[in-house]
């Protein structure tokens, strides 16, 4: 039953989860949209409360990295104006999909991420030299680019976010994820008031997710500050690993 205690529980336990792992890498979503799916609700909905949990920890972390100025602040208001519109663009998209082949895109996507965040291991950030005019397009492409992509599905997200900075811009891995998360809160934001507005989002689920949500996003961006690169890396290959273990569970059978 989607109500009953015992999956309340279990749900807020991937929330917290995907708030570490979010906070340090990116790639929450890939935590507790399986966990959404995997609790019977249909994929309109599990997106629509993945959005609504996650919202709160995108605020959490993004502040904790903007109060530790771990973050390009010039690079801020431009990556979450181009990341709220991208995002706007992909959820109405997504209400316009029929449930039906909806599940069979939401598998594949769930795939592609899970590969996508693999690939990000070899990453090697190193300096970029670019003028202010071509640093302005790029971020605007990568920002408007994943915002549709985190509106009309999410995860993989902020793991994406973080390989595009640090091969783009050539951001330190902790700073790559620092600047994610700004891009990643307007995504969020603009996804979550859409969403919201068409009744998409359930909340007796998405608020307990939510508080564990901000607990872990809390917790994960002292960790990725406190600890750097090394962090990020380990904890985002091992999780990803376990959930792309648990896809091809389930489709098997």
């Given at each position: 039953m989607l109500g009953g205690t015992a999956l309340t529980v279990g749900l807020c336990g991937a929330a917290f989860l995907a708030g570490l792992v979010d906070a340090i890498a990116g790639g929450g979503g890939l935590v507790t949209l399986p966990?959404?799916?995997?609790?019977?609700?249909?994929?309109?909905?599990?997106?629509?409360?993945?959005?609504?949990?996650a919202?709160?920890?995108?605020?959490?972390?993004?502040?904790?990295?903007?109060?530790?100025?771990?973050?390009?602040?010039?690079?801020?208001?431009?990556?979450?104006a181009a990341g709220f519109v991208g995002s706007w663009l992909g959820a109405r998209a997504l209400l316009a999909v029929p449930p039906r082949p909806l599940r069979i895109v939401v598998i594949v996507l769930l795939l592609v991420a899970v590969s996508i965040v693999l690939l990000r291991r070899k990453v090697q950030p190193r300096p970029r030299a670019m003028s202010p005019g071509r640093a302005r397009a790029a971020l605007i492409g990568i920002a408007l680019g994943l915002g549709a992509y985190d509106g009309f599905f999410g995860p993989g997200t902020g793991s994406m976010l973080v390989v595009a900075f640090a091969t783009v811009f050539g951001d330190t891995l902790t700073r790559a994820s620092g600047n994610a998360k700004i891009v990643n809160l307007a995504s969020n934001l603009?996804?979550?008031?859409?969403f919201a507005s068409r009744g998409t989002v359930l909340w007796h689920l998405a608020l307990p997710?939510?508080?564990?949500?901000?607990?872990?996003?809390?917790?994960?961006?002292?960790?990725?500050?406190?600890?750097?690169?090394?962090?990020?890396?380990?904890?985002?290959?091992?999780?990803?690993?376990?959930?792309?273990?648990?896809?091809?569970v389930d489709l098997l059978r």
């Open positions: 966990a959404l799916l995997a609790a019977g609700l249909p994929p309109q909905l599990a997106l629509g409360t993945n959005k609504g949990q919202v709160f920890g995108a605020v959490t972390s993004a502040a904790s990295f903007w109060r530790r100025r771990s973050l390009d602040r010039e690079r801020a208001a431009l990556g979450f603009a996804a979550f008031t859409l997710m939510a508080a564990a949500n901000a607990a872990g996003a809390a917790t994960g961006a002292h960790l990725a500050i406190r600890n750097g690169d090394r962090l990020v890396g380990t904890v985002v290959v091992v999780v990803v690993l376990a959930v792309a273990a648990k896809l091809a």
